[in-house]
């Protein structure tokens, strides 16, 4: 049986990470506006308002990414799950799936020739359907990410030229 969920735990935790992170930023944002409160009411300038800005954007992008991934780790194993709901049908059938594809199991068959095509095909359409959601899940995930590495790349350059 293929249709591989990659490492479902490891993504998740990944996912969790980067939110966590995200709030101890947040919490730094809370810190900077509590300083720059104290300095407003002592007639100093607010010199952190730059810093506040970067910190928040970039919180945000971690928190949305670490979202992301947490989603992707729930269609993955919902993936994972509805495949294995095939299995039983598949067995009786002498049927495997081949990475997208139902397929009849090597060697001889005791299923009758006409029942076995008759659920080779709707075993495959019940995996077309579980892969369609799980690539336009993937497709979607691949979109966001790539918006938020660009979002992150553009943060950390605005942060190393000082502007």
Do not use: Y
Not at 63 to 87: I, K, M, N
């Amino acid at each position: 049986m293929s249709l591989s969920t990659g490492d479902p735990g490891s993504t998740s935790a990944l996912g969790g990470a980067l939110r966590t992170q995200a709030g101890r930023l947040a919490d730094l944002v809370v810190d900077l506006d509590a300083g720059a409160r104290r300095s407003g009411r002592t007639g100093s300038p607010d010199v952190t308002g730059r810093e506040r800005d970067l910190v928040t954007r970039t919180a945000t992008e971690l928190d949305r990414v670490g979202g992301l991934l947490q989603s992707w780790t729930t269609t993955a194993v919902e993936s994972a799950a509805r495949v294995r709901v095939l299995e039983p049908a598949l067995t009786r059938c002498d049927l495997v799936i081949d990475g997208h594809l139902v397929v009849e199991r090597s060697g001889p068959s005791r299923v009758e020739p006409a029942e076995r095509l008759a659920e080779r095909e709707r075993l495959q359409e019940l995996l077309n359907r579980v892969t369609a959601v799980r690539s336009r899940e993937q497709a979607r995930l691949r979109r966001d990410l790539e918006t938020s590495v660009t979002t992150l790349a553009a943060l950390s350059d605005r942060a190393r030229s000082g502007s």
